[in-house]
Every structure is written in C-alpha cells, then in structure tokens.
C-alpha cells in the first residue's frame, strides 16, 4: 500500500495529516505544505531478527574534564552563548532577512579566526567577492576567516572533513540542498535533512556549527523554527526596522542560561556591542510626560531599564483600537479589564496605544504595573515624578505579586540616577539600595494614590 501524504508546516514544523489552509499549531496562513518522502528512510516497518551492534554505556560521573569553551571577545555574544562556544556544538541564528545576521557572524568569525580557531565561513547566498567586500567595510578584510560560496551540501560536508575546522558558519540553512533528497533548497524536508547532516557533522567531529535561519512569512521557505529542536542552542535576532538597536536572545541553550540578551548597535561599521543597554534605552528621554514610564526589567541574567510609553485618545471608531509595539496585546487586554472592574476606570470608547521604546521586546510579566502606571498616566493626562521607576506583576484580582531579583533591578536603577520605585508590597527589598520603595498593596492604590483616579 502507498504511503499517505503527510503534510507539515513550514513556519513551525507541525505535522498534519491533511492540507488545510491555516497551521492548528501556530495560527500561521498557507504554510501547510505536502512533504517530499526522505529517498532514504526505513523501508520496513520493524527491525527484523537482525542484531545490531551493543552501545558502550558510561558513568554519568566521567573523569574527563568538560570541554573547553573558546570566547570571541565579543562579549555579548559571549553571554547569550553562556560563555563561548562550546565545541562540537550546534547554534542556529535566526531572524528576519536584512537584521545582520550575516553582519554578526562575519564579525564574529573574525573574531574566533583571531583567537587562533580555524574558521569557516559558507555563504550559499553571496558570492566570496561579496562576502569579502563586507568584510572590507567591516575593517575585517585581514581576518583569517576561510571562506566559502557553496551551496551543494554533499561538497560542503567533504570541504569541512578535509578542512577540519573549528567552526563553520552556514549562511543559510535555507539555500543547502542535500542530493538525496527530491525537493527544491528551502522546503521543509530539504532544511531538516541538510540540518541533519550538519548537526551529525558537528557532533562526530567536534567543529562547532552555526547555522543561519531567515524567518519567512510565506510558505515557500521553510523557517527556522523546524530546526530548532535539532540543535543545542537557538538565538534569534531581533529588532525594529528604523531603529539601529539589535538584540541577539536566546530562546534554547543546552550549555547556558535562556532567555539572555546580547545588545548590539547597528552602525556604518558593522554591529558594535552596548555594554550598559539600560543607558542606551533611556538614552533620549524628554522630560517627563504623561504616559511615559520607567520599567525595571529583567531580561536572562542582567537587568535592564526602558520606558513603556502610552497612549490613550478618544477614538472616532465603533471599536476602539488597541495597538502595541514590543509588548504583547493579551497582556494589554487583561491590564485594561481590570483596570476597568476592579478600579472602576473605563477604557470604553477610548484608542490605547502602547510602545517600548528603543526597540525592545518586553516579555516579562514583572512589566505588568509600568504597563497600568503609564496607561493610567496618559489617560489622567499626570506625569510620574521622573526619577521613579515601576515593577510588578498584576493578578485579575487587582492585587500585586512581587517579581523575581527585585535587589538587582534597584540597584540597577540607582546606577542610572533613579531615586524612588513603585513596587507590590510584599517585594523583598535588600538592606541599602539607595532607592526608597513605595509599595503598594494592589491596583486601585496605585489608581488612587498616584493619579487621583478610580
Ligand atoms: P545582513 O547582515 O546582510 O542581514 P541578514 O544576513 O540578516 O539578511 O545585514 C544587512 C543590513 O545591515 C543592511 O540593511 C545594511 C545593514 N548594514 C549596516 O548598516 N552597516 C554595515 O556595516 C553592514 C555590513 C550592514
Ligand atoms: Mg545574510
């Protein structure tokens, strides 16, 4: 009997067993797509009477000493790695086309290449000339990177057994095509065999691979989201277009700590690394507005101030609009009900607007309360004092739990000159942080007290 199609998605990888128009598993539109069949694969399907061979098992507690780990002297990228690279290891690098992935990695090959690692660097979507012509802009031009076009993986694999290097760059995952397999570069079997093969590579020779992975919309082009659970560890590359700010996240890492961020500044030379983004993202603050607030946050290990700006104006339209940039809407609609049915402040009729400002992502439910204090801020048209800082979670009850490091995110605004923090009562503030906590039980105090409001 013929094998049924199967089907899978190629902005997640989900695997369905029929096409439909819309993904179950990530709500994306027409990226359902009918697998080619793997030419290799099991043709039967038990394993038969024949034996295979016994594995060699070991003591967790081995004598061997923990791979070294190489640095690149670019401490941020460093830090969202864990602390360097770890060799043998498989990186992928995704983001949207045109973010610098390419930028970043030349960069960094420089760098490891500097620090005596063999470097190779495979570009399957720029010409060598092309590549060196960046390097050139980016001052790299002397740069010991061994460099690549190559698109063919079979001959890519041959190259990096021969060359035995230490890291190899493949940029981009999508435009490798394996000859074993019947479908066209960047389709989901193609992007998950060549990753295979890589990954593999990577592991029985020790030459740590970074894969690089565009974040496509259409359905055409396999995201990288089908490989991510291939590899040890993933980062994404993110930022607004306009603004010269790129954070590099890591959303798995096998040897270090998620959900660090590593920031970097786009510029006429390359991407260069902030090592104090919290100055950086309150940077070009005016003088205190209404709706604008200061945001203590925690982003991995390290934390990081930015102002949450809000918005609200009568809206002409039946249905008001609630837009956010940086900061996701369901949370919005939840601050916004209880600001409504446990404060008695109606949001009905009005447009709310909502940005972080700088570019950057906030995922934190600790952002909760900047988000009240600004909304309310912007609607009672009342600047907070500027030297205050908000923290802290908001439950549906309108009561507030304090959030986690709540030392370290005083004494990283005490740093930057902040004198006071609005923060849920039961916060465990250290002995002498330079910063007087005002500490607030639940929402309709903060209403209240601060606004006049409710
Ligand atoms: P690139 O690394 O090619 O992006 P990706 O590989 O993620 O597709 O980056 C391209 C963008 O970066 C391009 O819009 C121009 C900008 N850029 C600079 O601003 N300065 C530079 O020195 C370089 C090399 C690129
Ligand atoms: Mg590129």
């Given at each position: ?177 394996l ?12 992007v998950r065999a060549a990753a295979h093969e890589l990954v593999t590579h ?25 490989v991510?659970?291939m ?224």
């Amino acid at each position: 009997m013929a094998k049924s199609p199967s089907f899978s998605c190629t902005s997640c990888g989900a695997v369905h067993s029929k096409w439909s128009g819309r993904c179950d598993a990530c709500g994306a539109w027409n990226t359902i797509q009918e697998d080619a069949p793997l030419s290799t694969g099991p043709s039967k399907k038990t394993l038969g009477g024949a034996r295979g061979a016994q594995v060699a098992l070991t003591d967790l507690a081995a004598s061997e000493a923990p791979p070294a780990r190489q640095a690149s002297a670019i401490a941020e990228f460093d830090r969202v790695l864990g602390g360097g690279l770890v060799p043998g290891s498989a990186i992928l690098v995704g983001g949207d086309p045109g973010i610098g992935k390419s930028t970043l990695l030349l960069q960094a090959a420089a760098r490891f290449a500097g620090a005596g690692m063999k470097t190779v660097y495979i570009s399957g979507e720029e010409a060598t000339a092309q590549v060196r012509l960046r390097a050139g802009r980016l001052g790299l031009a002397d740069a010991a990177v061994r460099l690549g076009s190559e698109t063919n993986l079979r001959d890519i694999l041959t190259t990096l057994d021969a060359e035995r290097p230490g890291l190899a760059i493949i940029d981009s995952i999508q435009t490798m095509w394996l000859d074993t397999v019947d479908s066209a570069p960047g389709s989901v079997s193609q992007v998950r065999a060549a990753a295979h093969e890589l990954v593999t590579h990577a592991k029985s020779r020790g030459t740590a691979v970074i894969l690089v992975g565009h974040v496509t919309k259409e359905g055409q082009i396999a995201g990288p989201r089908v490989v991510e659970h291939m590899v040890d560890t993933v980062l994404y590359f993110e930022g607004e277009r306009g603004h010269q700010f790129r954070i590099l996240r890591a959303v798995k890492n096998r040897f270090g700590p998620a959900d660090e961020i590593g920031v970097f500044e786009m510029t006429g030379t390359g991407l260069g690394e902030v090592t104090n983004p919290s100055a950086l993202f309150l940077g070009d603050r005016e003088t205190p507005a209404p709706g604008a607030v200061v945001f203590a946050g925690i982003e991995g290990t390290r934390p990081v101030l930015c102002e949450i700006q809000a918005l609200v104006a009568p809206s002409p339209h039946s249905q008001p609009r609630r837009s956010t940039v940086g900061l996701d809407g369901g949370r919005l609609a939840m601050i916004l009900a209880v600001l409504e049915s446990r404060c008695g402040i109606p949001f009905a009729g009005l447009d709310v607007y909502l940005n972080v400002a700088g570019g950057l992502r906030v995922g934190e439910t600790g952002a909760d309360l900047a988000v009240a204090a600004a909304l309310l801020s912007a609607r009672e048209d009342v600047a907070l004092p500027p030297d205050t800082v908000v923290f802290g979670e908001i439950s549906l009850s309108g009561a507030l739990r304090p959030v986690t490091q709540t030392e370290s995110r005083l004494r990283e605004a005490a740093k930057l000159g902040f004198t006071s923090a609005l923060m849920p009562e039961r916060s465990k503030t250290g002995p002498d942080t330079g910063i007087e906590a005002r500490k607030m039980p639940d929402l309709p105090a903060l209403a209240g007290g601060l606004f006049g409001a409710g």
